[in-house]
């Protein structure tokens, strides 16, 4: 294997023993590593590691773990990092809004979603949080929040500023904690209506996973599958025919919202969907994806995402 791809393999498996050890751990307390735990880890992959880490930390694979110390000051012989699992490697670990720890963590974001927005003092929101989570150590949660809660903020909360420091809840949030926020309102409106409501949700985050990754094709076909799903669930619950396959249920589903007046999900809506994805099971075919010149892209999972949202809100 070629020093490259022999790095590559080596730096997935340390991220996986990072999230592992972590949530272990649990999320108020600091977790390690030891590179014993990976055959075959050496200091070159140590070293790729901590340059990664240290030159592009925010805005690569690390950036859902903080680095606390090592079990020595000697970088020639460091074997065991102590580290600090954040909200994102809980929240990827997870991928399930109900479990412990991203529970409690967008029960906080939306505490502060929803305070009015007004200049507060940080000592007043953490007290509430503290009364509102009492089986948690909230300034500890508070402090691994680093991709949800922005600059500053979790330093303000947990006293290691003043606290009191006045802050603008309405700026308190990162962009990504907003779409974890977005997402998770989502899903209140979603499945209500449809069996194996935990599965599908999971499925629902892994839409969204594989668009950050940039996979919208993989991300794509995740959508039909659920599409498709929930539209069998919902023919049959009103007790109307259901094709056998994907397109006819399309069709069946256009035709209905054209003869049905202020059918939620519109005639071209439906069509959109059936020129879009009613091929879907082909697309992981790739032979047949290439024969038919197929190309799905950022722009189709754009045009698509809405379309998807408001048929899992009106028909799950």
């Known amino acids: 294997m070629s020093k490259l791809l022999d790095r590559k393999k080596k730096l997935s498996e340390l991220k996986n023993k990072f999230i592992e050890n972590g949530y272990a751990k649990g999320i108020e307390d600091i ?39 090592w079990d020595t000051l000697d970088r020639s012989s460091r074997n065991k990092i102590f580290f600090s699992l954040l909200d994102k490697g ?7 809004f109900t479990a412990p720890n991203t529970k409690i ?46 600059n500053g903020i979790p330093d303000t909360l947990i006293g290691k500023d003043t606290l009191g420091d006045k802050i603008l809840p309405s700026i308190s949030i990162t962009q990504y904690g907003k779409e974890i926020l977005q997402q ?35 991300a794509i076909i995740k959508m039909g599958s659920i599409i498709e799903y929930v539209v ?38 439906w069509r959109i969907v059936n020129s879009l994805i009613r091929d879907y099971r082909n697309f992981i075919h790739l032979q047949k994806y290439f024969d038919d010149n197929i190309s799905l892209s950022e722009r189709d999972f754009i045009q698509l995402s809405k379309i998807y949202q408001d048929i899992l809100k009106e028909l799950s």
């Open 232 to 269: 069998y669930n919902w023919l049959s619950s009103k007790l109307l025919p259901v094709p056998s396959d994907f397109q006819g249920k399309l069709n069946f589903m256009e035709h209905h919202s054209r003869s049905t007046p202020k059918f939620p999900i519109s005639a071209g809506n």
């Open 90 to 96: 809980f929240i990827e670990r997870e991928k399930d």
């Open 31 to 69: 977790a390690e590593v030891s590179f014993t735990e990976i055959p075959g880890f050496t200091k070159d992959h140590y070293d790729k590691f901590e340059y990664e880490y240290s030159h592009y930390r925010g805005n690569n694979r690390w950036d859902f773990v903080d680095i606390i110390g």
């Open 184 to 218: 998770y309102y989502e899903t209140i409106d979603i499945f209500i209506n449809t069996p194996h409501k935990q599965v599908l949700l999971h499925e629902h985050h892994m839409v969204f996973e594989l668009k950050q990754m940039g996979e919208f094709k993989d």
């Open 105 to 150: 963590i967008i029960g906080i974001l939306k505490y502060i979603d929803e305070m009015d927005d007004k200049i507060t003092q940080a000592q007043v929101i953490l007290q509430q949080l503290e009364k509102k989570f009492p089986n948690y150590d909230v300034k500890k949660v508070i402090d691994k929040m680093k991709n949800t809660l922005a």
